[in-house]
């Protein structure tokens, strides 16, 4: 396996283009995360069903969040994708959110070139409405039987704020 890391760069983010590296399928409730430390992805804990994940999951390469790890996508798709893919996104927007007491933000991305649906979402306002409530829902909740109220979505933003958190979590993987 590649190390993403080095291969890979975050991409155009200015003219709302990444680069994600898939972590976990829409619908599973593995939480499979990369290892940058051994280049390869780790299943870190099984969580209840109930918890599955409501859209892909992933990272933006050769970025750091505050939390310490690459900055989060939430890939939205209308089927599962596959874990270790990597594909060129367009950003609609950031997802602000703390997970005891971090700040973990998620970039909401859809795929670049989505011939399925028109290339129809262009924006954070262009996402059905459930879907933003159920990823809310989510997150605001997936931890409540281990950890009850550690996690908190604090707002959905759009691409200018997305732009300014990846712009961050660049400057932080240069820096380290």
């Known amino acids: 396996m590649a190390d993403f890391n080095k291969i890979l760069e975050p991409g155009d983010y200015q003219n709302n283009k990444v680069n994600v590296v898939i972590e976990i399928p829409t619908g599973s409730n593995h939480k499979i ?60 927007g950031v997802m602000k959110f703390v997970d005891d007491g971090e700040v973990d933000d998620k970039i909401i991305c859809v795929p670049e070139d989505d011939r399925n649906n028109g290339d129809h979402y262009q924006m954070l306002e262009d996402l059905p409405e459930r879907l933003i409530e159920q990823i809310e829902f989510h997150f605001n909740h997936y931890k409540d039987l281990k950890k009850p109220g550690t996690t908190k979505v604090i707002e959905f933003a759009g691409v200018g704020a997305a732009k300014e958190v990846i712009e961050a979590a660049i400057a932080r993987w240069k820096d380290r």
């Open 33 to 92: 995360e990369w290892d940058r430390e051994n280049a390869c992805f780790m299943l870190d804990r099984i969580e209840p069903i109930a918890f599955a994940k409501p859209c892909n999951y992933g990272f933006i390469p050769q970025t750091l969040d505050e939390d310490g790890d690459e900055l989060d996508v939430l890939m939205i798709t209308d089927q599962p994708l596959t874990t270790g893919i990597w594909m060129k996104a367009r950003v609609l």
